[in-house]
């Protein structure tokens, strides 16, 4: 996978004077079937969450309140995209490494996710990640 396959996408923003509702419907709003979700709160000021690369899962995260930033990786090429709005959000195919810090105050992460939890999708040692990534060119 390139960097060119980690994507911010537009999410429906219906406005309301009495408040926004955005909503995600899998395979259409983003590009797979949502199997698993997940939500990072209550992070501490300084920490960095992330440190891994699946080697199956695609993942969408939306930086439902607060912000953050991710930095993803795909061997020698490496982006930093900062997530601060609900109706957007980071499309994560799989063969990406990804850390995320600079966590605000209050920030919660949602992660739609492709597949359920399997410990066995993990690349969570970077070296072993850039073998894999130098053996699938």
């Known amino acids: 996978m390139s960097l060119q396959s980690c994507q911010l996408i537009d999410l429906p923003k219906i406005s309301d004077p009495r408040g926004n509702l955005t909503f995600i419907e899998g395979g259409h709003h983003v590009p797979f079937p949502i199997k698993r979700v997940f939500y990072l709160y209550d992070v501490p000021g300084g920490a960095d969450r992330g440190g891994h690369a699946l080697r199956r899962c695609h993942q969408f995260l939306i930086a439902i309140s607060g912000s953050f930033d991710v930095v993803v990786e795909a061997g020698s090429e490496s982006r930093r995209f900062h997530l601060n709005r609900s109706y957007y959000g980071l499309h994560l195919p799989p063969m990406i490494w990804r850390e995320m ?25 970077h070296d072993q990640f850039l073998s894999a990534v130098e053996a699938g060119k």
């Open 101 to 125: 810090d600079n966590f605000s105050s209050g920030a919660v992460c949602l992660v739609l996710a492709s597949e359920c939890y399997s410990e066995d999708d993990y690349f969570r040692d």
